[in-house]
């Protein structure tokens, strides 16, 4: 039995949107767009410690990181600037410099997440078939 195949453009796999080059564009656009959102409801928090601010919005951009996370300088621009807008709504943070800012809430949100990947990878923790080209 013969059976044609649906061709589709974009999918959605455990949250992240891959299209059929293999690019996540429309993941990134989504995640950028729900990053600034999220910049609107934390301006409505009279009070905001840094606590709350990695609670909010960091981990909103952590989620599959590893997978998603954007190498091209513009993208990566696009990330940091709205991320350099929300981190001015935390008040013990505002008058900082932005990489001691980043310090302070501890959002390596790139390099962390290359970090563990490499220390599962070099530690075996996903298995020889799974680093092998």
């Known amino acids: 039995m013969d059976q044609d195949l649906n061709q589709i453009k974009v999918e959605k796999d455990l949250g992240v949107k891959i299209d059929q080059d293999l690019n996540f564009i429309e993941h ?8 600034n959102m999220m910049v609107g409801v934390i301006r409505t928090f009279v ?61 390596y949100r790139r390099s962390r997440g290359d970090m563990v990947e490499t220390f599962k990878i070099v530690n075996g923790v996903y298995g020889r078939d799974a680093c092998e080209a």
């Open 28 to 35: 990134f656009e989504e995640k950028i767009n729900k990053a």
């Open 47 to 107: 009070t905001m410690g840094e606590e709350m601010f990695r609670s909010l919005y960091v981990a909103h951009l952590e989620y599959a990181n590893q997978v998603w996370c954007p190498y091209k300088t513009k993208d990566v621009e696009a990330v940091e600037r709205v991320q350099r807008r929300a981190t001015k709504l935390v008040p013990d943070l505002k008058d900082l410099p932005y990489e001691e800012t980043l310090k302070k809430l501890q959002a």
